[in-house]
């Protein structure tokens, strides 16, 4: 059977994991973020953005602890258990398959500004054919793909950011009559204008924001000279990621009242469309469209590895045949199958309300908590038993991660405090359970 291939190099994966992190999110779900905690929102990403940076730290030093990894859930396996990584992996798989959900439904909505009177599961599910199409190729063609994707992105960031900048300089005023002035941050009720509580329930829409992150642990066994990729990707994408965060948020808070900012819609299409930019509405559709295709392809990725991973030792042959590669060293029958189920959501989104799918990601994003805790858990195990020498030393540990262990924690006390969040929390738990007592009746 032919081995995987080390096609990824650095720029890759940094933008892989980028596409999978930025998305929707940040490009629609920037206007409800600003609504519940106000400016303080740019706090609750920083502090954010250095945990998930501590967690970066914790799984890159058990990716390089062994080559021999093909993923994150080799180390989990090692340091934790199989019947932990079993339901870790299992999980993992769930949220990325909901994602990927939600991102082709997203995508069919997106083509009704264009497309009116086209059913919006049609473009969705071309979208997925063409996704999955270019997810057969080589691990390098593939690479290529998602680098594009992201770039789009991320150079959509920048224009935004310097735009904004430039607006502010100039003093501009917009269509609306509002000054674009840094003091706009503090002007409307204080930098924490919706008080503690606000702050604190934002934190459930910034974790999601950073979802994904963690991808660069899938990516291990396909890295093009990993004990230099892989510590470069680790660095630089927290780091990328709250840079693009903060400074969109904080560009666009200076442009406009945070108050003024329609939780429902994305706050781009207004800074786009009250500086006269001919076609803005089509442009910024465009991007989204980008972006959701971008973190769509990094699901797919993402889910064909981790099934492949998943049934390799599977005691039925039938089962393990799935995580056959193909002549393109590519799990191209784990792949398909992941597409499958994703294309249900395409198919199916005409008789779901769209707000199923939002809650399936608030699930998907509430399972991601655990398994960020489970990676913790194994660099703790690894301390514990490799207290001599450390190529990549996770800085601060272990005091860093029992500080993101608690972090993680008030952030499920967080998931308590509205009804929507703890119904998700609770049904993740069903999920989890329901795991565990599987992996109870598997052989070991």
């Known amino acids: 059977m032919a081995e995987k291939q080390r096609r990824l190099k650095s720029r890759h994966i940094q933008l892989l994991a980028l596409g999978g992190t930025i998305g929707t999110g940040l490009f629609l ?23 998930c940076f501590g967690i970066m730290r914790a799984l890159g030093e058990l990716l390089l602890s062994d080559l021999h990894y093909q993923s994150f859930m080799d180390a989990i396996q090692d340091y934790l258990g199989k019947r932990v990584s079993f ?37 969705g599910l071309l979208t997925l054919v063409v996704l999955l199409c270019l ?19 991320v150079l959509a960031i920048i224009i935004l950011i310097a735009v904004g900048i430039i607006m502010v300089v100039v ?37 999601f924001a950073f979802v994904g992150i963690e991808m660069v642990g899938v990516t291990a066994a396909e890295a ?51 500086i006269g930019l001919p076609g803005a509405a089509s442009i910024v559709n465009f991007i989204v469209i980008t972006a959701a295709a971008s973190a769509c392809n990094s699901s797919l990725y993402t889910t064909g590895r981790m099934l492949a991973e998943l049934t390799a030792n599977a005691h039925r042959p039938a089962i393990r045949q799935i995580s056959k590669l193909s002549k393109h060293a590519v799990p191209a029958t784990a792949v398909i ?23 399936v990601s608030s699930i998907a994003t509430t399972s991601f908590l655990f398994i960020w805790a489970a990676i913790i858990f194994a660099h703790l195990r690894y301390l514990k038993g490799r207290p001599g020498e450390r190529p990549f030393k996770m800085p601060g540990a272990p005091v860093s991660d029992y500080l993101i262990l608690l972090f993680l ?24 359970a329901v795991l565990a007592i599987v992996s109870i009746t598997q052989r070991s």
């Open 29 to 51: 779900g920037a206007g409800k973020a600003i609504h519940v905690a106000g400016p303080a929102i740019l706090f609750a990403y920083l502090i954010t953005g250095i945990v």
């Open 87 to 123: 339901v870790v992996g299992w999980a993992y798989w769930a949220c990325w398959l909901a994602l990927a959900m939600a991102e082709v439904t997203a995508i069919g909505l997106y083509f009704q500004l264009w497309l009116p009177h086209v059913p919006q599961w049609v473009p």
């Open 135 to 153: 997810n057969l190729m080589t691990v390098s063609t593939f690479g290529e793909l998602e680098f594009w994707f992201a770039l789009i992105k």
């Open 171 to 207: 003093r501009f005023h917009s269509a609306s009559g509002y000054l674009a002035t840094p003091t706009n941050l503090v002007r409307y009720g204080g930098f924490f204008a919706t008080g503690v509580k606000g702050f604190m329930l934002s934190f459930q829409m910034v974790v």
């Open 224 to 274: 093009e000279k990993p004990k230099l990729v892989i510590p470069k990707a680790i660095n630089g994408i927290p780091l990328l990621i709250m840079l693009f965060y903060l400074g969109a948020l904080a560009v666009i808070m200076c442009i406009y009242p945070w108050t003024k900012l329609s939780p429902n819609n994305s706050p781009f299409v207004l800074v786009f469309r009250d």
């Open 337 to 359: 199958i992941s597409a499958l189920i994703i294309g249900i959501a395409a198919v199916l989104n005409l008789v779901m309300p769209a707000g199923v799918f939002t809650f």
């Open 409 to 432: 924690a008030v952030i499920f006390g967080v998931l308590c405090m509205e009804t929507q969040t703890l119904t998700a929390l609770l049904l993740t738990l069903c999920w989890f």
